[in-house]
Every structure is written in structure tokens, then in C-alpha cells.
């Protein structure tokens, strides 16, 4: 039986936490250098892409913590400096302008012509003054035509244009394929990837901050050649199951009483389901 103190550290090992490592580094720099970009005619956007599980998602919720709304009292509106929406599952234009608009609080209803929804949502961005708007999920559009991923697009570059705001995309390995369909979209927006991990001194060093991160009483060692191959090689490379693997073996070392992470940790977890 655990006592209070277990049951804490337990608890704790299920909760998210930031990892920072040098991509990820790299990746909020560049987001905070868009955030900054003064407004010009051809604004700055980036185009973030990697296997699902590589923290992608991480990445972006850390960014939005550290640049939350703040309220205007003297306009009486609430500014938003970062704006983030999922893409819908398929390239639809007025699904994606409805998903806009409820992002910021402002929801429109299902029979709303694309018009419309255009002109609220550029009216409302004016409004609250976003300097960035990151897009995730940008895959789904490989979902539709030829047709409809040209008209998605030019509704980013338009956004882009109209409001003179920083686009980020966000998605998966595929969906660099979709940008490189309009040669001006794909020329506007820098791509920055997030590869899978593989065994490096990189490595190696991401799995020292986690060690550090973890509440264990005693040290597991984890930059051991054994432990990081064994990672390297079971999580495929996707830093979030790198993080569950390394979690669910600290509750287990906790629970055991050993305190430390062992390889016979590791491959007993590895056959848990995620």
C-alpha cells in the first residue's frame, strides 16, 4: 500500500509536464520570432510537420500558456495575441471560418453563407488584434481535392494578406505534400520538422531531463547505453511514448520500492497498453 507521499509522486508522473530539449528550443524561438514580426505586405509563416506523438501538440500549448488574452479596458475587448484552431476534417471553407470564429467566442450558425462568415471573422480579427494564428491538423487537407486544398490554401495566404498576421501550420509528416501544391504558399511558409529520435548524444541528453524531471529517490541512470537503446529502439522514435514509457516505469519503480528505472522496468511497460 502506497503511502501519501507515493500516491503524490504517482499522481504527478500522469500530469503533464514540459521536457525542453533543442528542436523544441527552436521551434518556440521561431514561433515568439513571428509573434514579433512588425505588420508588413508579405508577412512571415512557418510550416511545423512531424510523426504523430513527436510533441508537436506540447510545443504549441506551452507557446499559448506563455502569450495568454489580456483585456483591453480602454477599446473594451479582449486581445487576443495568438489565435489556435484545428483544421477540419476535410478542406471545407466554411467550416474552417466557423471554427475561427469559435475559437475566439464568437460561434456562427450552421447556415451561414461564406460570405458572411468571412466578414464577421475578419471583422472580429481586426477587432481583438491577433499577430499569429497557428493552424494545426493542416494534413486534413490532403483529405480533399485538388480544388479544395487550393481554395484552403488561398484562404490562409488571404487571412495572411488581409489581417497582415504570422500563419503557423502544424501537422503531420504528409503535410508538407499539401503546401507544395501552390508554389506561393509553399515559398511563404518555412518549414521547421520534428524527426523522429533515434540513439545520438541528443538523445541521450533528453533522457537526462526527464531523469531530472522524474520522482525518484534514487538516480536509474537512464543515459546508460542499454536504457537508451532500448528507448530509442521501443518508442519508435516518438517522444511521447518515450515520455509514457518512462512514466509508467518511474510508478512502477515506485510501487516496487526500488525507486530507480530498470531495463526489466522498461520491458515490462512496453507490453502495457498506451
Same mark, same amino acid.
Given at each position: ?5 507515493? /500516491? ?31 505588420? *508588413? /505586405? ?21 507557446? @499559448? ?26 478542406? +471545407? ?5 466557423? %471554427? ?28 481583438? =488584434? ?19 486544398? *487550393? =481554395? ?30 501552390? %508554389? ?8 521547421? /520538422? ?21 520522482? @525518484? ?19 519508435? =522514435? ?9 512514466? +509508467? ?5 515506485? *510501487? ?10 522498461? /520491458? ?7
Amino acid at each position: 500500500m502506497l503511502d501519501l507521499d507515493d /500516491e503524490q509522486r504517482v499522481r504527478a508522473l500522469r500530469t503533464d509536464r514540459w521536457i525542453d530539449y533543442p528542436r523544441a528550443t527552436q521551434a518556440l524561438q521561431w514561433l515568439q520570432r513571428l509573434l514579433d514580426t512588425p505588420q *508588413r /505586405e508579405r508577412m512571415p509563416c512557418m510550416l511545423l510537420h512531424g510523426p504523430s506523438n513527436i510533441g508537436k501538440t506540447l510545443i504549441v500549448a506551452k507557446f @499559448l500558456r506563455e502569450h495568454p488574452p489580456a483585456f483591453d479596458a480602454v477599446r473594451g475587448v479582449e486581445h487576443r495575441p495568438v489565435i489556435s484552431l484545428p483544421m477540419p476534417p476535410s478542406p +471545407d471553407q466554411r467550416r474552417f471560418y466557423r %471554427a475561427l470564429l469559435t475559437a475566439v467566442g464568437v460561434p456562427q450558425g450552421p447556415n451561414s453563407t461564406l460570405a458572411s462568415l468571412e466578414q464577421v471573422a475578419c471583422d472580429i480579427l481586426r477587432r481583438i =488584434g491577433p499577430r499569429l494564428l497557428i493552424v494545426d491538423e493542416v494534413h486534413h487537407l490532403l483529405a480533399g481535392s485538388a480544388r479544395e486544398q *487550393r =481554395g484552403s490554401l488561398n484562404l490562409l495566404k488571404y487571412l495572411s494578406n488581409e489581417l497582415r498576421m504570422a500563419i503557423v501550420a502544424v501537422g503531420t509528416s504528409e503535410a508538407p505534400v499539401a503546401f507544395q501544391s501552390d %508554389a506561393q504558399i509553399h515559398s511563404r511558409f518555412t518549414p521547421l /520538422e520534428l524527426p523522429r529520435w533515434s540513439e545520438s548524444e541528443e538523445f541521450r541528453c533528453l533522457l537526462a531531463a526527464f531523469e531530472a524531471a522524474l520522482p @525518484l529517490k534514487r538516480p536509474s541512470e537512464l543515459t546508460q547505453r542499454p536504457l537508451v537503446q532500448y528507448l530509442s529502439a521501443v518508442s519508435g =522514435g516518438l517522444l511521447g511514448e518515450v515520455s509514457r514509457l518512462l512514466n +509508467d516505469a518511474a510508478e512502477a519503480a515506485i *510501487r516496487d520500492g526500488s525507486e530507480r528505472i530498470t531495463l526489466g522496468h522498461l /520491458e515490462h511497460v512496453a507490453n502495457l497498453p498506451s
